[in-house]
């Protein structure tokens, strides 16, 4: 493969930003980033662990789940998942984050780089009960670029488009958990726990 590796090569190659695109970056939200905070149910953080081994993980919660501590910081609630918590980990190695706030049917997104840490403050956690389900943590981040990406991806893909949508073009959840993870287990069985019961449990009390 012809491979490049220098930055000289890339701009070579890409071209130089404008200077709109250079010069979007922000170090602290404004109303409008406040806005789409309060609106966005979605966001993707992506993490590095002192290695260089990397994560993204999607998190998702109605909309402005997101609290704005201040014009510089924001936390996100941790809910129930499948406690891997590899994302989490890797903070503690290494605190750079990058997360993306989508709205569905939009396609600009919002990005937010910075250093995050995780927190278990009682007041802060008891602002974020969702359906009586109070946070164990919490993931504050302190904001060090922070500006809104274009659509061009989305309208690439088609992403938010229903014409495109073929939920159904690769096995379910269940079958995959079962060929990848769960082979030991009834199939039925597992189709069930995606099932209701699975909905039923995303804000379990503790």
């Known amino acids: 493969m012809d491979e490049i590796t220098t930055e000289a090569e890339l701009h070579e190659l ?3 930003p404008t200077a709109a695109a250079a010069g979007k970056e922000r170090t602290a939200l ?4 406040r806005q789409w905070l309060a609106a966005s149910p979605f966001c ?9 081994t990397c994560d993204v993980s999607p998190k998702g919660d109605p909309p402005g789940f997101t609290l704005v501590l201040d014009d510089a910081t ?3 609630p941790e809910r129930a998942g499948n406690r891997r918590a590899d994302g989490f980990a890797n903070i503690l190695t290494n605190p750079h984050v990058g997360l993306i706030y989508l709205l569905p049917g939009r396609g600009d997104t919002l990005r937010i ?7 278990r403050d009682g007041d802060l956690l008891d602002r974020m009960v969702e359906k009586g389900h109070r946070p164990l943590l919490a993931m504050v981040v302190e904001i060090e670029q922070v500006f ?6 989305f309208l690439r893909s088609g992403l938010w488009d229903p014409e495109t949508w073929q939920p159904d073009i690769v096995a379910s959840r269940a079958r995959i958990a079962h060929q990848q993870e769960r082979a030991d287990e009834d199939l039925a069985a597992i189709e069930r726990y995606y099932g209701e ?4 449990g995303l804000y379990p009390s503790v």
């Open 14 to 16: 890409l071209g130089k």
């Open 30 to 33: 404004d109303d409008i980033h």
């Open 44 to 52: 993707l953080v992506a993490t590095s662990a002192a290695d260089g």
């Open 74 to 76: 924001i936390a996100l």
């Open 113 to 119: 780089n910075g250093r995050a840490r995780l927190v």
């Open 148 to 153: 809104f990406h274009c659509a061009k991806a």
């Open 197 to 200: 019961s699975y909905t039923a």
